[in-house]
Structures are given as C-alpha cells and as structure tokens.
C-alpha cells in the first residue's frame, strides 16, 4: 500500500480538530506497558478506529487508542498500543502514525518494546537502552522506505549511523542514575513475527551482536529518522535467552513481564521529560 501526503493529512486533520494544544514529543507504548498513558493530565483520547487510514491493533496488551495531553511540563502524544507487520499490515501502515507524528510536528519520538533477552546478562523485568539496531528485516527486503521517496519528508537515502539520538541517551542515563536504576545497553534486533526465536536463532543473533529481540520498532525508527525526527528507544526485557532451548516462551509471560518493566520505563522517561 503506498501511503500518500494527502492520506497522512485526513489523519492529520482528524486530530488537530480535538487538540488544543501541539505536541512537541512522541511516545510509543509496547506489549504490557500501555498503563503508563494513565499518567498523562487532562488527556485527550481517540480511539485508532476514528482516525481515516489508521490500522488498528489485534493484539492484546495494546489498548489501540491515542492520548495526547500533558506530562511533566511537555505536550505529549502518547500511542497506546502499535501495529505490527506480523498482524497483516504493510510496512507503510505500520509506520503511518509516525509520518502522522511528524506532519503535527513532533520533535522527539520516544519508542518502548516488550522484548526477549538474547544477552545472557539481562533478566526478565530489566530496561535496555537501545544505543542501535539490527534490521534483519529490511536486510530481507522490508524497508518502511521502500517505494516512491516521500521529498517532503526526507532525502532518498537517509542515514542511521546515529538512530538513536545520544544527547537523548545521555539524559536516559541520567535519569537511571539518579532514580538509582539499573539501565543496560545494547542492541536491539528487529524481527517480523510472529513466532518467537529458536534456540538457533537466538545464537546467530547474539553472535551477530544482538542485545534484545523484537518484532517491531526498527521501522518506526526508519521513518522518523528519515523525517528529522530525534529518537530515543527502551527494551523492557521480557524473557530470559532461551540460547539453550530449555525455556518455553509465550506471550502472557510478555504481559507479566510488563508489570515489572512499566514503573521503571515511566520513571526513565518521565527523569528525561523534566529535562528536556
């Protein structure tokens, strides 16, 4: 499906009519961490099915509905819950709310995922930030940029050696520092799902300098980039590595997982919220 100027501005459109207010910063809210959109003050919710193009959600842990409104002295649009490739959507759907984003004139996208461990450090209800990614999935020929180049928002062939803005990095340090968190590091890995990673997978993985898996976030990070947009992006880690195969992954262990990761992601964001 090619995504169009004049598609991204009926969405566009659609939300500058309930708003009040622009929002400066973009958060996306993975697998079990949707709660922390209760925070945001004097909310503004629109459900994904009011908004013209706009996929919904099929999975559960993601509410499908924006929030937009106040936290921490910034204007915030907060989606709660993602789209992924797996639930059937083309990487141009998938990645629409963020050309959204970017035609309200967000400048900072803020990117969470409920993730698996591939580094044999990291426990289930541990963060990661993610200083890079590995796009596995585009390296097989699903680029979210791929097709007619939108001129408007960006150059033919962005570059990603810096995704991951690292003033922002810097500040998610801090706020792990001084809320006494412990915060790792490392790569986070892309993949389409929407099965889970073989013990084999996982190894090929961790040799090719994986950190953390996933099935999403690598194109949104794509698209933003593509557009301007400054990105800061969080693992919560939502399983052991399962290098061995001893281990059964399923997704309720993702949601539980998310009741241990969210508290610790809203005090990151929130520490780097106050300091922008």
């Not at 907060?78 to 309200?104: K, N």
């Amino acid at each position: 499906m090619q995504i169009t100027i004049e598609m991204i501005d009926r969405v566009v459109g659609v939300i500058r009519t309930k708003i009040k207010k622009q929002p400066r910063i973009g958060l996306i809210l993975g697998t079990g961490l949707g709660g922390m959109a209760e925070a945001i003050q004097q909310p503004v919710i629109i459900p994904y099915s009011e908004l013209p193009e706009w996929p919904l959600s099929t999975v559960q842990g993601h509410a499908g509905r924006l929030v937009l409104g106040e936290l921490d002295g910034q204007s915030l649009l907060v989606m709660q819950g993602r789209i992924h490739y797996y639930e059937g959507y083309d990487m141009a759907q998938v990645t629409l709310p963020i050309r959204v984003m970017q035609r309200l004139g967000i400048e900072i996208l803020i990117v969470t995922n409920a993730a698996g461990a591939i580094n044999p450090a990291f426990l289930p209800g541990d963060v990661m930030l993610i200083t890079d990614h590995l796009n596995l999935v585009g390296m097989a020929g699903l680029n979210p940029l791929t097709g007619p180049n939108l001129d408007e928002f960006g150059p033919r062939f962005p570059d990603m050696s810096q995704a991951y803005d690292r003033l922002l990095c810097d500040l998610a340090r801090k706020a792990a520092k001084e809320n006494q968190l412990v915060l790792h590091e490392g790569v986070y890995v892309g993949l389409s799902g929407p099965s889970f990673e073989s013990p084999a997978d996982l190894r090929f993985l961790r040799l090719a300098g994986a950190d953390s898996v996933g099935m999403s976030t690598v194109p949104e990070v794509i698209v933003a980039r593509h557009g301007g947009t400054r990105v800061l992006g969080f693992s919560g880690i939502s399983n052991k590595a399962n290098l061995d195969g001893n281990t059964v992954t399923s997704h309720e262990e993702v949601l539980a997982a998310g009741g241990v990761i969210a508290p610790k992601l809203e005090t990151l964001i929130r520490g780097v919220l106050r300091s922008l």
